[in-house]
């Protein structure tokens, strides 16, 4: 489904990604580890189209990027990624069903339509009583929660997570862990997730490392 032939970046004279190549399936959970600076992030960031390769290419879901103008590269990544990152980037001044519900407002869907798949989202996630609860009154795992029902409310073909058990302690983690493999069990949904948390990385279909901008063999 993901397709990354030869990622090259760079950001000045430092050269971050030097031709990496990656391929992942349908279903797929892939943890990326490394040290930092390896380029996990950068990787990530470019997989999942918020920042372009200089050289390379990519193709997700038979769709080439490199193709694609700015707007309707946006309409694409709306259509088909989701993200979890290690804040949240929550809105704060919205309900937890609000913060689920704007990507599919952004794509234009029903709205009536968007909550109710907003509230059997966050319902599945155990936060049935938390709907109209700010982020400042949720705890940073229910946080997390509203975070995955938000990249999952277009239904993407694959969930990009950026260290998303990094601001959580062990136990809420491990909670975390394991429903990251229960939305692939239920939804088949893809995962490629970027983290420093060794026994995540180890219960993943397949752990890659990066070291100095390269996946190791």
């Known amino acids: 489904m993901i397709q990354a032939r030869h990622i090259h970046k760079s950001f000045g004279n430092l050269h971050v990604l030097k031709g990496v190549d990656l391929e992942v399936d349908r279903g797929e959970i892939v943890a990326i580890v490394g040290k930092s600076g390896a380029g996990k992030s950068t990787l990530l960031h470019i997989l999942g189209t918020l920042d372009l390769a200089d050289e390379g290419s ?49 794509q234009n869907q029903n709205e009536d339509k968007a909550r109710a798949r907003a509230k059997e989202l966050l319902d599945y996630l155990g936060l049935a009583e938390r709907l109209k609860h700010k982020p400042n009154q949720l705890s940073g795992g229910e946080q997390q929660r509203v975070a995955i029902a938000r990249s999952l409310i277009n239904q993407p073909a694959v969930v990009f997570a950026d260290e998303p058990t990094g601001n959580l302690d062990s136990n809420t983690s491990a909670e975390l862990h394991e429903l990251i493999f229960q939305l692939r069990k239920d939804l088949q949904q893809t995962f490629i997730i970027v983290t420093h948390n060794e026994e995540l990385a180890e219960m993943s279909d397949r752990r890659l490392e990066m070291e100095d901008g390269r996946l190791k063999k």
Do not use: C, Y
């Open 58 to 106: 990519l193709k997700i879901n038979d769709q080439v990027i490199s193709e694609l103008n700015n707007r309707r590269l946006a309409a694409f990544r709306n259509n088909n990624i989701g993200f979890i990152f290690q804040f949240h980037h929550l809105l704060p001044e919205f309900t937890a069903l609000e913060n689920v519900i704007i990507p599919a407002l952004i």
